[in-house]
């Protein structure tokens, strides 16, 4: 290859990575930008500069309870995802082979299949159990945590999997030969271990919780439950809220500075080793 097909060649490469970066960030700039602005649609002429939308945001209740609603459900459900997917994945990987990849296959449905089919799954399935099988169950902020708990689980197990492939086997057996039960073993020397990815695994399941809005606005039927992505729904019908606007800068900012704060402790900790 000669010098000048190289530099073409690195000329395409950057134009590649810039384009599939604006194609990422920029919507993310625009509304940040834009939670300044006076201007009544993003996009517009920018008018004044203005903070009122954050006042607006914090006087706002309706969707202060919408963001309190949805912390809730993400932090609760992302705890009990957290605690089913790490159990099940030490479960999976420790069965026999044929039976771990079956049960493996299985786990990973939801997160293969289509988010309104698993919606009217749960809908379908909460009306069966209450309408035929009698059970004193009904539409409800637990149900939603339920749901959020379902949905994110399979995410943790493929999270904590691949980290449990990596353990020294003989560090759990050393254990136990040294007299510690099976359950000590498990929290003193295997736990501590995944404990990266488990929190990597909670992230994601927040996550997910915070930005799904299929699974809860079909399974919310007459609970008066509003969460930000049905709030903002609900917004969009009327023109986009401007204090959704802040709420959005507010969001990623806390988001970066966590996954600045994160990798910069990563750092530390491997800079120690």
Do not use: C
Request: hydrophobic share 50%; no cysteine.
């Amino acid at each position: 290859m000669n010098k000048t097909s190289s530099r073409v060649y690195l000329a395409i490469r950057w134009a590649i990575l810039v384009t599939v970066l604006l194609f990422i960030y920029l919507p993310l700039i625009m509304v940040i930008v834009y939670s300044f602005s006076t201007s009544k649609s993003i996009g517009g002429a920018f008018g004044d500069f203005t903070t009122g939308h954050y006042a607006r945001f914090f006087e706002n209740e309706a969707l202060l309870t919408a963001l309190k609603n949805t912390l809730i459900i993400g932090v609760v459900s992302a705890t009990l995802a957290t605690l089913l997917g790490t159990t099940a994945a030490i479960g999976i990987h420790y069965m026999k082979r044929k039976l771990r990849s079956a049960v493996d296959t299985a786990s990973q449905i939801t997160v293969v299949n289509a988010e309104i089919v698993t919606a009217m799954g749960f809908f379908l399935f909460i009306i069966f159990l209450r309408d035929t099988v009698q059970v004193p169950i009904s539409f409800s902020f637990a149900w939603l945590i339920i749901t959020h708990t379902v949905i994110t689980t399979p995410y943790v197990i493929l999270t904590v999997s691949p980290r449990l492939k990596q353990l020294n086997p003989n560090l759990l057996e050393a254990a136990m030969d040294l007299g510690a039960g099976k359950m000590r073993s498990l929290f003193t020397v295997m736990l501590p271990q995944l404990a990266g990815a488990m929190v990597s695994g909670f992230a994601l399941a927040f996550t997910l919780s915070l930005d799904d809005f299929v699974v809860t606005s079909v399974n919310n039927l007459d609970t008066g439950v509003t969460t930000i992505s049905t709030y903002v729904y609900d917004g969009l019908k009327r023109g986009f809220p401007n204090e959704i606007r802040a709420l959005s800068t507010i969001i990623f900012a806390v988001v970066l500075v966590a996954l600045v704060g994160y990798n910069v402790a990563k750092a530390k900790k491997g800079s120690k080793k």
